[in-house]
């Protein structure tokens, strides 16, 4: 009878896309690790000097998350590329997925640059 007025867990998983709950589940404890992980470097060794410039690249992504995800559905769910969707093997899919971050990643700088020198032009002193 308990059975009976209680929630299935996969009816639980709209709120997230329809993505089942374990992998819900997992894809939280990657964050809640990752983020662990961001405070226990020490300043002082070299295994933090290596986390700076990882870190750097995350604070690059996250200032541009927006532009990232325009990007992102354009090119993911748009015609661009509609002849992919549901084709490629699983092997395939995992070298897209890292290709396609390389390029966004370096899209995202080239937007770094451009903002930085649209801003240095703002700033500086215009001739009378």
Do not use: C
Request: no cysteine.
């Amino acid at each position: 009878m308990l059975a009976d007025r209680t929630t299935p867990l996969y009816k639980l998983a709209n709120f997230i896309g329809g993505l089942a709950a374990p992998m819900f589940l997992f894809l939280a404890g990657v964050s809640v690790a990752m983020a662990a992980s961001s405070r226990t470097r020490r300043s002082g060794d070299r295994a933090a000097a290596s986390w700076s410039v990882q870190k750097r690249g995350w604070q690059i992504l996250g200032r541009s998350s927006l532009f990232v995800y325009w990007i992102h559905v354009e090119l993911a769910y748009g015609v661009v590329s509609y002849p992919l969707h549901r084709k490629l093997p699983v092997w395939w899919s995992l070298i897209a997925f890292t290709a396609f971050t390389v390029f966004i990643y370096g899209v995202t700088r080239l937007k770094s640059r451009f903002v930085a020198g649209w801003n240095a032009r703002r700033a500086a002193p215009q001739p009378a």
